[in-house]
Nanobody, 121 residues
């Protein structure tokens, strides 16, 4: 079964750092595009950071300069490094990735289960 598994969430103080991981498992060929989303209670899910198949990154304005998205294709892993965290960053964070399932270009998008990030003193 192909799936994305997220980890790295937790409680951190304002100004602290956290790194989220997204592991793609199962029979896949490689990761194509991927992104990190977050959703706070009662709010719409929003795109925090994304990277295209060509390696172009984009970020939510409020996290620019603080968050960095990356991926390790050899390990089928994606990451979101979060620095200078603020209370307003508190949310459930989700990994989303388009995965190549074989060498013929068969693709499918998957969501992770989400991991809670709480920024509080």
């Amino acid at each position: 079964q192909v799936q994305l598994v997220e980890s790295g969430g937790g409680l951190v103080q304002p100004g602290g750092s956290l790194r989220l991981s997204c592991a793609a498992s199962g029979t896949i060929f490689r990761i194509n595009a991927m992104g990190w989303y977050r959703q706070a209670p009662g709010k719409e899910r929003e795109l925090v950071a994304g990277v295209t198949s060509d390696g172009i990154t984009n970020y939510l304005d409020s996290v620019k300069g603080r968050f960095t998205i990356s991926r390790d294709s050899a390990k089928n892993m994606g990451y979101l490094q979060m620095n200078s965290l603020k209370p307003e960053d508190t949310a459930v964070y989700y990994c989303n990735a388009e995965l190549y399932l074989d060498v013929w270009g068969n693709r499918r998008t998957y969501w992770g289960q989400g991991t809670q990030v709480t920024v509080s003193s």
